[in-house]
């Protein structure tokens, strides 16, 4: 302690001076600064000191960018329309090697885009559309083979289990395998259909289907699920944030996009493949599809912009109620930034290194963990906005992984109530 006080004013001129530039970090989530001095200075102040001088680099507003969508990976083609051979997948990932095009991650070419994060000249996005299990089984241990980043657009029934999510569905558990390795994943609607209004749409009420226009209210309501419920879905179920809409069949209108950019989604995407560029919409990004009926389209792309794991690990689930969390499972808390904890002691020697915890609408989270005491802990810094939150926590015992979830309620603090004002249901 007297070690910190001595510090703190200079922390505090460090701490002032820095203002700015940790402003232009938008994407990092930073302690509330600009509360009553004292305050400030004591959250504030370690984050300063550990946080290394960030410059808002020079972005090259020349790059360009190919966007692939690709869905079904089979060796017999059936359905050209969405699907392509593994041999031909590889082969153009292999031709984007040799050709010098760097494929970069989504969320690098959103940084990208917001003037935040360099990309070279000559970049590619690999997206898969719908979930399917080729894609967890056959796409990506070739992308790993290349070490590319890949982006998984997600329509949540079509995942197994799902309505809509028959036999050759991606599973949760593959989806989890998949973000535990550093695979994006983002909302592609909750049914898969024509966004627009005055559409007959398949509509599925506990459990029966039907067809139906659905207008005014009724509409509204249908809307809301397939761009917000999806995306709070994954948020809720993977313990992600969600930034990415990728509309089914590229159709949509003004309304939806609005809807989109009102909900916490930073882009959107279409079917209509273009090189994307510095000043290209957020709400229009055109992907490249690649299918077996049109062959050249993956050539005529790459020509745009010049010339130039297998299974799943097995996880072992532990009970949150044989862990000691806090928030507890199903409590609801008085405060929109919890503190966040959760004891692994239970399960044994925990390889420091190896905790990890994500939480919904957040992603993952530099949280702390104590060798000591086993607790893995985080403090929420800014409000979460869904009412309930979903925690991960995942970590190493002995050589095997083990994972645990729970979920809280929150309810919208009143006054400033101190994050431990757990409510007991
Ligand atoms: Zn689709």
């Known amino acids: 302690m007297m070690i910190r006080f001595a510090i703190l004013p200079l922390l505090l001129a460090l701490n002032l001076s820095m203002c700015k530039k940790q402003q232009a970090v938008t994407d990092k989530p930073q302690p509330a600064d600009s509360a009553s001095p004292g305050t400030a200075a004591a959250t504030a102040a370690p984050v300063a000191a550990a946080t290394p001088k960030i410059k808002k680099p020079v972005v090259d507003q020349t790059a360009q960018v190919l966007i692939f969508c690709y869905h079904r990976l089979v060796d017999k083609i059936r359905y050209p329309g969405t699907e392509i051979t593994p041999a031909a997948f590889e082969a153009q990932m292999k031709e984007l090697k040799d050709k010098g095009i760097t494929v970069i991650s989504m969320q690098d070419l959103l940084a990208w885009k917001r003037g935040e994060k360099n990309i070279p000249p000559r970049s590619a996005v690999i ?241 702390n963990f104590d060798p000591k005491t086993g607790t893995v802990s985080y403090q929420v810094p800014q409000k979460l906005r869904d009412k309930t939150c979903t925690v991960i926590v995942s970590a190493k015992s002995e050589g095997k992984k083990v994972e645990t979830h729970w979920t809280f309620g929150l309810e919208e603090a009143t006054a400033a109530s101190s994050p431990a004002a757990a409510v007991k249901k």
């Open 127 to 367: 997206t898969f559309d719908d979930g399917w299990k080729s894609q967890y089984e056959v796409a990506w241990p070739i992308l790993k083979k290349y070490g590319y980043p890949v982006t998984m657009f997600i329509y949540t029934e079509g995942v197994r289990g799902g309505t809509l999510g028959g036999g050759e569905a991606i599973t949760w558990e593959q989806l989890a395998d998949m973000r535990d390795n550093g695979v994006d994943i983002q909302a592609h609607s909750a049914t898969h259909q024509d966004l627009r209004e005055g559409h007959n749409v398949l509509v599925i009420e506990g459990g029966k289907r039907s067809k139906k226009k659905l207008t005014g209210a009724d509409y509204e309501k249908w809307i809301q699920n397939e761009v917000v419920g999806s995306k709070e879905l994954l948020e809720q179920r993977l313990g992600i944030k969600v930034n990415c809409f990728a509309v089914p069949f590229g159709n949509y209108n003004e309304h939806v996009k609005e809807l989109a950019r009102n909900s916490g989604y930073d882009a959107m995407f279409t079917v209509y493949g273009q090189p994307i560029t510095f000043t290209s919409p957020m709400d229009a990004i055109g992907r490249y599809a690649i299918e077996a009926n049109k062959p050249k389209v993956f050539a005529d792309a790459v020509s745009m912009i010049g010339a130039s794991s297998g299974g799943g690990t097995a996880v072992a689930e532990v009970g949150a109620k044989d862990l000691t969390t806090q928030p507890a499972d199903g409590d609801t808390v008085r405060t929109a930034t919890p503190l966040i904890k959760a004891n692994l002691s239970s399960i044994g020697q925990i390889e420091p290194g190896s905790v990890q915890m994500r939480v919904s609408g957040l992603g993952l989270v530099p949280a």
